[in-house]
């Protein structure tokens, strides 16, 4: 039996999609067997983040409906062996799925897989129901700024207010540059708010805007400072107890954070 | 089901009534009176040329006439003619067919088809039992279904799918033909990975031995040549 993690923010644009794709490859790497699940029925990215939309031709919604069998619907990644996607529909919407049937699906897909990483879409409504119905745990994702973390702190009462306990967090798009100057919100302040645990910052980088727009997870790139991120955020995924972690109460944090990422660099 | 029992059709020579085919003359009676009594001012002095589609009978034509002259003041100018009616109709069809002999091309079809006016975007479909020609884009993550023919006057990046239930001989042609993916009957082809920007030149896509291939439309042209 497999683990079911959904990847949530309530905000949209601060990287859910980029986040799933970039965990799902990484645990492949690791030799697991992964299925990612788009939830964003009639807004669908994952596919084209993976850059398997051209392969789309069966759909979650088929597979709900009926139409077509779990198996026909999956498309394996082009790169990966063990990676597959369940793409969602794009010309339904949220309603065309509910959470008992996106709960039975997921407990299908767990049967097969190791990990089921569930893309959720941005708000609190229909879609996001549906894609926390079937998970037992949760990543939420938050950028440093403000209505984000608003926006995660409401997630993460619904989280728990739906059974997912100890929902793990993920910032994504810091600049410590900035941070430093004080123009944006630091870690502790932001774990000081939402108080859960943190299982990874990713920088800001340019090139996840590159792998995005080529439909190739940045983890994959050894250059990618975002990528070496997720790798540390799959790896404590996998129970793995990475360094950064237990910096975070510190006061030299972000400096030795930093150092840490540009020592990562080099390699 | 009355509402076009009778119809007044404007043309070059005056005034028309189409009367429904399958109404027999006490109804059509009802209708008129129902359709002229409300604008009764506007009908007056309107010059009525003939009466098209059912066949009227000597006595029922000159029932109508009365009528329409008397109680609505209307002229009726046209002369009673054996079956005046469907021959006008008639006529225009036969002269199309037979345009269509002269031709000097197979392929020709008289399939219904459906226009679109509009860029298609992502997320919709258009789903017709026929053919369809877009007027505009049909952009990533949009989708076009016909049973017949699909063709876009600009570029389709979407998925088309042509012949949806069954017919291999449908085709998808476009002015910029990138599609996501392409379907024609039960066969499915994807572009290629690694998009390498092709030459735009209207293409396209049919089966031809069980697969999809896609060539450009204007073989000989010589842009094509390039």
Known sequence: MGEVIVVTSGKGGVGKTTTTANIGTGLSLQGKSVVLVDADIGLRNLDVVMGLENRIVYDLVDVVEGTCRLRQALIKDKRFNNLYLLPAAQTKDKNAVNPSQMQKLCLDLAEEFEYVIVDCPAGIEQGFRNAIAGANKSVVVTTPEVSAVRDADRIIGLLEANGLKNPQLIINRLRIDMVKRGDMMNIDDMIDILAIDLIGVVPDDELIVVSTNRGEPAIANEASLAGQAYRNVVRRLMGEDVPFMNLESDSGFMSRLAKMFGFKKKK | ?????????????????????????????????????????????????????????????????????????????????????????????????????????????????????????????????????????????????????????????????????????????????????????DIITRSPDGTASRLSVPEMALVRKGAIIVEPYLPNKDSNKL
């Open chain 2, 1 to 185: 089901m009355s509402e076009n029992a009778v119809v007044f059709k404007g043309t070059k020579e005056g005034l028309f009534v189409v009367l429904k085919e399958d109404m027999d003359i006490q109804s059509i009676k009802d209708n008129l009176e129902k359709k002229v009594k409300p604008s009764k001012k506007f009908f007056e002095g309107a010059r009525i040329v003939d009466f098209r589609g059912k066949s009227l009978t000597r006595a029922e034509y000159d029932e109508l006439k009365n009528i329409m002259q008397q109680e609505y003041g209307m002229m009726v100018v046209g002369e009673y003619v054996e079956l005046s009616c469907d021959t006008s109709f008639e006529r225009e069809e036969t002269r199309e067919s037979s345009s269509y002999e002269k031709l000097p091309y197979e392929n020709v079809s008289t399939d219904e088809a459906l226009f679109v006016r509009a860029t298609v975007r992502s997320g919709q479909l258009i789903d017709y039992a026929g053919n369809i020609v877009i007027i505009g884009d049909v952009n990533p993550g949009a989708y076009i279904k016909a049973t017949g023919s699909i063709v876009v006057m600009g570029t389709i990046r979407g998925v088309a799918h042509a012949g949806s239930k069954g017919d291999y001989s449908s085709f998808v042609a476009a002015y910029n033909l990138q599609p996501t993916q392409l379907r024609i009957g």
